[in-house]
Nanobody, 117 residues
Framework: QVQLQESGPGLVKPSQTLSLTCTVS??????????WNWIRQPPGKGLEWMGA???????YYSPSLKSRTSISRDTSKSQFTLQLSSVTPEDTAVYYC?????????WGKGTLVTISS
């Protein structure tokens, strides 16, 4: 059974960089043809896809966040990481990592990140 777990600070100050890690167990992040995604949900709003790293290591980003987002991976630890720079209170959200094959089939439980001074 594949499991994903987000980890990182729950509070980040404005203008700083938010950094979250997703640890994957029960499967490999290099297995064809999975994509490993970051998705967020601000309070009272819908889900927003942020970006993904593919089994190949290629990365994909939402056009609206591309200038501030970086996704990387550590295959030895079965982890992939999100960095979001220059955060503002509007980046306050529950952040999820999820696996996509034909659909988003496995999700982490999500972690709330609050942007506040």
């Amino acid at each position: 059974q594949v499991q994903l777990q987000e980890s990182g600070p729950g509070l980040v100050k404005p203008s700083q960089t938010l950094s979250l890690t997703c640890t994957v167990s029960g499967g490999s992040i290099t297995t064809n043809y999975y994509f490993w995604n970051w998705i967020r949900q601000p309070p009272g709003k819908g889900l927003e896809w942020m970006g993904a790293v593919a089994y190949s290591g290629s990365t994909y980003y939402s056009p609206s966040l591309k200038s501030r987002t970086s996704i990387s991976r550590d295959t030895s630890k079965s982890q992939f990481t999100l960095q979001l720079s220059s955060v503002t209170p509007e980046d306050t959200a529950v952040y999820y990592c999820a696996r996509r094959n034909y659909g988003l089939d496995y999700w982490g439980k999500g972690t709330l990140v609050t942007i506040s001074s």
